[in-house]
């Protein structure tokens, strides 16, 4: 098992197209770290860098103490694993198990062995003798997953192994990767654009946007305390509603104010306005930190007033998304209750929920958290 550092790692393609830029990053020995993130983020070309599949144009990786940059991808000592399988077809999957141990000269009995406590580890041993075509999607990401624990690599690379899959085998796969690294304790790197794969996994969880690392930090505090719009708009399932406005101080309160919000902050947020009377500045709220008032009237200072436009039930709990005065939208997780459309209803907020972040600018385009003030990593 093995550590993997990142110093200053960046990925220019022909044409000057920065795929990932000025990475820096320690995983350490044992570890799951995710790399989450949108489409076109870096997460694949990050990890492909490691996995020595794509050269490294500036900066420093090492497994353990080794510096690997230009150490052939077999002497790295990691196995990867893909969202396409990548099985071999005419090959039964104790042969495709078999294969890298083969290829590496390991003595016969010694992968009859290893093959065999792989097979034993993921429920693989009824299906031995059958070949990639005769499993079911989910029998062959638990092959391409043996395939890849039999050589007792130092170091998992997994690039997405899960979106092949329908909803179900995917939580149940995602649940069998846990248990597997809690077993064998190999330090992880896992990628992957689902954020709930990517709190359920992670011991940390690194969230990337435009080859630039935003946040890399345990799932809950990523949560809790995101760094920015970008990573706070990213993880949470509707995303958090975002109300560009401003802190305000009247008659010996704070209060928030916009266009649809006018929030008094109860001291809560007072911290934020120092010795300034009034500053520009985003509010994030999460779906789950509203509550109805009920039928009450929205009391001032206290609620936000909107109107019901479509409920979605989701079983004990329903999203109900709503529009404000201006036509502005939110979205809001309550628990199941009778909700007709149309309504009007006044949401109350804790604010002590309440995120805030720096206005955009043209450098920090997504405006940095003013709770979050230690560098990040
Ligand atoms: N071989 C290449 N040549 C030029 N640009 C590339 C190449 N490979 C990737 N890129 C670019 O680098 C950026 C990062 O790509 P990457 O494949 O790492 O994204 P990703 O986060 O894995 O996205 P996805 O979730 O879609 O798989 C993208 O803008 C992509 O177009
Ligand atoms: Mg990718």
């Keep these: 098992m093995a550590s993997v550092t990142l110093e200053n790692v960046s990925k220019i393609f022909p044409g000057d197209v920065y795929g990932v830029r000025d990475f820096d990053l320690q995983i350490r020995d044992g570890e799951f770290l995710v790399l989450v993130g949108p489409s076109g983020c870096g997460k694949s070309t990050t990890l492909r860098m490691i996995a020595g599949l794509e050269t490294i144009s500036a900066g420093t990786l090492k497994i353990g103490d080794r510096v690997v940059n230009d150490v052939h991808p077999r002497s790295r000592d990691i196995a990867m694993v893909f969202q396409n399988y990548a099985l071999?077809?005419?090959?039964?999957?104790?042969?495709?198990?078999?294969?890298?141990?083969?290829?590496?000269?390991?003595?016969?009995?010694?992968?009859?062995?290893?093959?065999?406590?792989?097979?034993?580890?993921?429920?693989?041993?009824?299906?031995m003798a059958r070949k990639p075509k005769a499993l079911s999607g989910g029998q062959r990401q638990r092959v391409a997953l043996g395939r890849a624990i039999v050589r007792k690599p130092a170091v998992f690379l997994f690039d997405e192994p899960l979106s092949n899959l329908d909803a179900?085998?995917?939580?149940?796969?995602?649940?069998?990767?846990?248990?597997?690294?809690?077993?064998?304790?190999?330090?992880?790197?896992?990628?992957?654009?689902?954020?709930?794969?990517?709190?359920?996994?992670?011991?940390?969880?690194?969230?990337?946007?435009?080859?630039?690392?935003?946040?890399?930090?345990?799932?809950?505090?990523?949560?809790?305390?995101?760094?920015?719009?970008?990573?706070?708009?990213?993880?949470?399932?509707?995303?958090?509603?975002?109300?560009?406005?401003?802190?305000?101080?009247?008659?010996?309160?704070?209060?928030?104010?916009?266009?649809?919000?006018?929030?008094?902050?109860?001291?809560?947020?007072?911290?934020?306005?120092?010795?300034?009377?009034?500053?520009?500045?985003?509010?994030?709220?999460?779906?789950?930190?509203?509550?109805?008032?009920?039928?009450?009237?929205?009391?001032?200072?206290?609620?936000?007033?909107?109107?019901?436009?479509?409920?979605?039930?989701?079983?004990?709990?329903?999203?109900?998304?709503?529009?404000?005065?201006?036509?502005?939208?939110?979205?809001?997780?309550?628990?199941?209750?009778?909700?007709?459309?149309g309504k009007s209803v006044a949401l109350r907020v804790d604010p002590e929920e309440i995120h805030l972040f720096e206005p955009r600018t043209a450098e920090e385009p997504y405006g940095r958290s003013l709770r979050v003030e230690e560098e990040l990593v």
């Excluded at 999957?93 to 792989?118: Q, S």
């Design 168 to 341: 179900k085998l995917r939580i149940e796969t995602r649940a069998e990767i846990k248990r597997l690294h809690r077993e064998l304790g190999t330090t992880t790197i896992y990628v992957t654009h689902d954020q709930e794969e990517a709190m359920t996994l992670g011991d940390r969880v690194c969230v990337m946007c435009d080859g630039l690392q935003r946040q890399c930090a345990p799932p809950l505090e990523i949560y809790r305390n995101p760094a920015d719009r970008f990573v706070a708009g990213f993880l949470g399932m509707p995303s958090m509603n975002f109300f560009e406005g401003h802190l305000e101080r009247t008659d010996g309160q704070i209060w928030f104010d916009n266009v649809d919000v006018r929030l008094r902050t109860e001291g809560a947020l007072s911290e934020w306005l120092g010795s300034e009377n009034r500053r520009d500045i985003v509010a994030g709220i999460r779906p789950e930190s509203f509550q109805f008032n009920g039928s009450e009237a929205a009391s001032e200072g206290k609620s936000i007033s909107a109107t019901v436009q479509i409920v979605e039930p989701l079983g004990s709990q329903m999203d109900v998304y709503l529009v404000l005065k201006s036509g502005a939208r939110i979205v809001c997780r309550v628990p199941a209750q009778s909700l007709a459309e």
């Design 88 to 127: 071999y077809p005419h090959m039964t999957v104790f042969d495709n198990m078999a294969f890298a141990l083969k290829m590496r000269k390991t003595p016969k009995a010694e992968i009859k062995e290893r093959v065999a406590w792989a097979a034993g580890l993921l429920g693989l041993e009824p299906l």
